[in-house]
């Protein structure tokens, strides 16, 4: 069983920065895509940020400019580093995984709160 583990959130100001890690059991490699999503107070989850498997990165248009994704292949690690963080990126991130659009995997999360 895939196994995702997050860690890297906390709290930090407005304008602060945080950087995520998420460290897969298995070759990163394996999965076609891996990605951030986070959940916000009362809010459904949204995708933040994706690479898949050819390097290829798509973020969504709210932290566009702010947020980078990145992975480590022999470390079977994916980042994300969160620049001139809003209060509004407060939430619940969650690492995932997927292979094709059948098997997903999921970390447990790791909270970030921004403060104003």
């Known amino acids: 069983q895939v196994q995702l583990v997050e860690s890297g959130g906390g709290l930090v100001r407005a304008g602060g920065s945080l950087t995520l890690s998420c460290g897969a059991s298995?070759?990163?490699?394996?999965?076609?895509?891996m990605a951030w999503f986070r959940q916000g107070p009362g809010k459904q989850r949204e995708l933040v940020a994706e690479?898949?498997?050819?390097?290829?990165?798509t973020y969504s248009d709210s932290v566009k400019g702010r947020f980078s994704i990145t992975r480590d292949g022999p470390q079977n690690t994916v980042y994300l580093r969160m620049d001139s963080l809003k209060p509004e990126d407060t939430g619940v991130y969650y690492c995932?995984?997927?292979?094709?659009?059948?098997?997903?995997?999921w970390g447990q999360g790791t909270q970030v709160t921004v403060s104003s």
């Open positions: 995932h995984a997927r292979i094709l659009s059948t098997r997903n995997f």
């Open positions: 298995e070759n990163i490699f394996n999965f076609n895509a």
């Open positions: 690479i898949n498997v050819g390097g290829k990165k």
